[in-house]
């Protein structure tokens, strides 16, 4: 049981409907991280909180979740790849612990994924990119040369 006095629904404004976000990119920041055990307690995995901090999705969350310990070694390795791409995105290439990531802006690709066991839609992150390295597309009014490529 947790105490709530003191908390009033008439001064906070009520959360929408959270439907996933479309597939994109997006200027994020991790904002929390923690080890936590599997389900199967055989290993633990790195929760990290990455919050979008740019645009019309601002302050929206999305976690992703690293097999750093776990007994299957693909699974490793794929979390160990995962986390490398995160640290070379937030210009962090040895962290000493996982909060040396936090408040870091870097971008992160995110994708629609149908759910297994409901079949509902959620978003997934499938890829880290440094904030200056990922060039937002310009509006075609604002390219100087608008001729077929082959013609420049």
């Known amino acids: ?8 629904a008439n001064q906070v404004e009520p959360a929408n409907d959270m439907e996933p976000i479309p597939d994109g990119k ?20 790195l929760q990290l909180t990455f919050s979008i ?10 976690w992703v979740r690293l097999n750093l310990d ?6 490793v390795e794929i979390a160990r790849r995962e ?5 070379r995105a937030v210009g962090v290439l040895v962290p000493s612990d996982s909060t040396d990531l936090h408040n870091l802006p870097c971008v992160i690709g995110v994708k629609l994924k149908r759910r297994n066991d409901t079949g509902e839609l959620q978003n997934e992150v ?19 040369d608008n001729s077929a490529p082959w013609k420049r």
């Open 1 to 8: 049981m947790a105490n709530l006095q003191g908390f009033d």
């Open 26 to 45: 997006y200027v994020a920041v991790i904002t929390d991280s923690e080890m936590k055990p599997t389900k199967s307690g055989t290993g633990s995995y």
């Open 53 to 62: 901090i740019e645009g019309p999705h601002s302050n929206r969350l999305l």
């Open 70 to 75: 776990n007994p299957n070694a693909t699974a």
């Open 83 to 87: 986390l490398s791409a995160i640290c």
């Open 126 to 144: 499938k890829g880290y990119f440094k904030k200056d390295a990922v060039a937002e597309p310009k509006p075609a009014s604002e390219v100087a």
